[in-house]
């Protein structure tokens, strides 16, 4: 079974070259690394340095324009250029820790399993709240999840992160592919699809990438605010289905990660940070009331409500 590996790529930095380095050395060869960056002019910055051809020959690099790059398209359009069987979405700071990733990630794609995503395990640089954030939605055990789990997981049950998973081919032609026009979530859009299609969602703790942020809380705000337009967006997929009440189990968790270390005196910065979050999950998810200008300067996709009928 032949495996590609899709990477949007912004404004890419040295570490570009230690990930591609890393997924050459995959335990399961991967036949094609499709990267799909925004801007040429950045992307020649860093390979203008090197002979980046020469060095990486299973490399294909396509370039899109910053007023054209879509969360769900670009995705989309990556898929497009690939002929595997399966294939990996990845993001350019997801650095996997070893060469077992794509192996554990693609035996995972049996039976009725379409979609298969990676533990995302805290940088050295991350924050408590960061680290906090990791242990809650990434744990040490690996599951399953299908449309019976939607009852008691709510919203965690359609959760797979194109940080770093997996998936075949044949299902995702089957079901339309990802969404061709998102600000956020692409990836939950589709994993609602295919779970409702009645195939399954597997959490492989054992395929693991270092990957977080330290954000600031109005980053937070930001964030939160295109992820609630997201939901706001496509009720077909998260109407009616809780999603509040998995932040409420965050903070409780937080709380008790936080006691364990005994360091319970950051909690109030935590909160604060939730606060943050909440405001801008709800000014997204109520965006068609809020005036043009707000909602400009909130979002961190200006190039998304250009295309948006809203405007």
């Not at 996997?96 to 298969?116: F, I, M, Q, S, W």
């Not at 969404?179 to 195939?199: K, P, S, T, V």
């Not at 909160?271 to 707000?294: D, E, I, N, S, V």
Request: charged fraction near 25%; aromatic fraction near 14%; include cysteine.
């Amino acid at each position: 079974m032949r495996t590609d590996v899709i990477i949007p790529v912004y404004k890419p930095g040295p570490e570009l070259y230690d990930l591609l380095d890393r997924l050459e050395k995959q335990s399961r060869p991967v036949q094609k690394i499709i990267l799909m960056n925004t801007e040429e002019r950045y992307f020649q910055e860093l390979a203008g340095e090197t002979d980046f051809a020469e060095r990486y020959p299973n490399v294909e690099v396509h370039h899109v324009s910053k007023q054209d790059f879509d969360h769900g398209g670009t995705r989309r359009l990556g898929v497009e250029y690939s002929d595997a069987d399966f294939f990996v979405a990845m993001t350019q700071d997801a650095m996997p820790v070893d060469g077992k990733l794509v192996e554990r990630l693609t035996d995972c794609l049996t039976g009725k399993v379409a979609a298969a995503y990676a533990r995302q395990l805290p940088g050295p640089d991350s924050s408590e709240f960061e680290r906090a954030s990791r242990v809650f939605n990434y744990p040490a055990a690996s599951c399953q999840k299908s449309l019976a789990d939607l009852e008691t997981m709510g919203i965690k049950t359609f959760f797979c992160s194109n940080v770093c998973a997996a998936y075949r081919r044949d299902v995702y032609d089957k079901l339309g592919g990802f969404i061709r026009h998102a600000i956020f979530n692409e990836d939950m859009i589709y994993a609602a699809g295919l779970i409702r299609a009645g195939y399954s969602i597997a959490y492989e703790a054992g395929a693991e990438v270092v990957h977080s942020h330290s954000f600031t809380n109005l980053q937070q705000l930001r964030r939160n605010f295109d992820l609630g337009v997201s939901q706001a967006d496509h009720p077909e997929v998260f109407g009616g289905v809780a999603s509040e009440s998995e932040g409420r189990r965050f903070v409780v968790e937080t709380w008790r990660y936080l006691g364990r270390r005994r360091r319970l005196y950051k909690f109030p910065g935590f909160c604060l940070q939730c606060a943050f979050k909440y405001t801008g999950f709800l000014l997204g998810r109520h965006y068609r009331k809020l005036p043009r200008r707000l909602i400009l300067k909130i979002t961190t996709n200006r190039e998304y409500w250009k295309r948006n009928y809203f405007f």
